[in-house]
């Protein structure tokens, strides 16, 4: 069992920076693809951003340039950080981590708001 815990939603101005952390538990490895994806409201879930266990990284087109993910195997997390905010950015972000075996697991969710 993996569980995944996000942190560092809010309220932010446009143009503001928000960092987002997942970390995880359980049986992990460094080979997991990880990922942020967003929902907002009235609308499906979109993949934001991912990291594959290489490193190779792959961003929605709506956030390249704006929007980082990295990654800290040794402290099993991985953060967003996400530079010149707005207001269509706002949504419930969620992290995602794929294991080696193909199961998918998802955090709780972390509200993040660009008021404009």
């Known amino acids: 069992q993996v569980q995944l815990v996000e942190s560092g939603g809010g309220l932010v101005q446009a143009g503001g920076s928000l960092r987002l952390s997942c970390v995880a538990s359980?049986?992990?490895?460094?080979?997991?693809?990880v990922a942020w994806s967003r929902q907002a409201p009235g609308k499906q879930r979109e993949l934001v951003a991912a990291?594959?266990?290489?490193?190779?990284?792959n961003y929605a087109e709506a956030v390249k340039g704006r929007f980082t993910i990295s990654r800290d195997n040794a402290k099993n997390m991985v953060t967003l950080q996400m530079n010149s905010l707005k207001p269509e950015d706002t949504a419930v972000y969620y992290c995602?981590?794929?294991?080696?075996?193909?199961?998918?697991?998802w955090g709780q969710g972390t509200q993040v708001t660009v008021s404009s």
């Open positions: 359980g049986i992990i490895s460094n080979v997991d693809t």
């Open positions: 990291m594959s266990g290489n490193g190779r990284t």
């Open positions: 995602n981590r794929r294991l080696r075996s193909g199961d998918d697991y």
